[in-house]
């Protein structure tokens, strides 16, 4: 017996010790062909919803970073850090036999994800805290202080100033996150401290203490899922029938006009999708349970229509939310806020801004971006 588990811790840590040297290896010699690649397919959806960038284009050439030798050297190491276990040999792998496992040992009713989470109906919510806080605006625990609120609302009155004067309109979204929206699928086991989360929050204090137009798609959302889905099952966005269903609170009140969704075509392209989130799981394959609408911009109405030029500054929502747009301006540019430049404004000579971020990113609306990048 005691040699049998020598043996076996023997086994185990020679497998431990040598993914990070096949990872090295791999890293010198380049990754093997085909290795974790996406299907064009797969990248083709995932680059319209916002979600795939492709990781050989430089996306911070033009932009002002800091220098990595201006950074400290822990955030240094920790980025190196982070790469390198991101790209362990066979972590995707790993990941998908470690979900499988925990969920057939509790009978489907839950996995093992440091980024996923099961809900119920099959429907898969974001857990991280590395990128945005989705969990604690759901549970109502990170809402804002009143400085915090008046510096956002501070910057967006400055930067519509701003905008006014070069003749731009400027228009702002924070789209609710999938669990406040799809609360009842969330798992008993998380409760919600406070119903008001925190982009509700804002929109609220926006709403009462300026005129600025502040769109907080919730209700229209709340309303619009009993009719269709608003949000992948599998994913964290949400789909082109919540992008149409949101925009149209926006043209509601900006413009005074809006459409609903028994009033436009979508088509289906898609009836087996599976999302970011089910691929962060290593689940890609055996979730393929979502439809991809598609808005058919000819079937919009053309009362709405706007001859001018749409420049949507957000971050991976906006995918889905632009090309719902090109139904209803002349033409659409769409940039993700980490990319963009000042002089956009020159390049693209947009007559409207739109800028947009996710519920789970929304104290972003403080960034200055649009004024001194």
């Not at 137009?213 to 608003?230: M, R, T």
């Not at 949101?246 to 005074?256: I, N, P, V």
Request: net charge negative; charged share 25%; with cysteine.
């Amino acid at each position: 017996m005691k040699n049998r588990d020598k043996w076996i811790t023997i086994v185990f840590l020679i497998f431990i010790m040598c993914i990070p040297v096949i990872t090295i290896a791999r890293n010198v010699f380049g990754p093997a062909q085909g290795e974790e690649q996406l299907t064009d397919e797969e990248k083709a959806i995932l680059e319209n919803n916002g979600t795939y960038q492709d990781k050989d284009k430089d996306t911070t050439a033009d932009n002002e970073a800091v220098p990595a030798e201006q950074e400290p050297a822990f955030v240094r190491l920790q980025g190196r850090i982070n790469v390198f276990i991101g790209g362990l040999f066979g972590r995707t792998k790993l990941i998908a036999f470690n979900t499988g496992l925990t969920s057939i040992l509790t009978g489907g009713t839950y996995f093992e994800s440091t980024q996923t989470l099961l809900g119920k109906n099959d429907m898969f919510f974001y857990k991280t805290e590395l990128d945005g806080h989705p969990i604690w605006d759901y549970m109502g625990i990170n809402h804002f202080t009143e400085d915090e609120l008046a510096a956002i609302a501070a910057n967006l009155l400055a930067t519509r100033e701003y905008l006014d004067e070069k003749g731009i309109e400027f228009y702002m979204m924070c789209m609710p996150n999938k669990e406040i929206i799809y609360e009842e699928n969330m798992p008993d086991t998380i409760a919600r401290i406070n119903e008001v989360s925190r982009g509700e929050q804002l929109a609220e204090y926006i709403h009462a203490n300026t005129d600025l137009i502040f769109v907080y798609p919730k209700d229209a959302l709340l309303a619009a899922k009993e009719e269709s889905p608003v949000y992948y099952s599998t994913d964290t966005h949400c789909n082109q029938k919540g992008s149409f269903v949101s925009l149209q609170e926006l043209f509601d009140a900006a413009y005074g006009k809006k459409a609903t969704l028994d009033s436009v075509s979508f088509r289906t392209d898609a009836t087996d999708y599976s999302g970011d989130l089910v691929a962060m799981a290593g689940l890609t394959g055996k979730y393929n349970i979502d439809t991809v609408y598609v808005f058919e911009k000819e079937s919009a109405d053309k009362a709405q229509q706007h001859d001018q030029v749409l420049l949507f500054v957000g971050d991976s929502f906006g995918g889905f939310l632009s090309a719902v747009s090109k139904g209803y301006y002349k033409e659409v540019y769409w940039v993700y806020s980490t990319e963009f430049k000042n002089s956009m404004y020159e390049d693209y000579k947009p007559d409207v801004v739109i800028w947009e971020w996710a519920e789970r990113y929304c104290e972003e609306f403080a960034n200055p971006i649009l004024i001194t990048k």
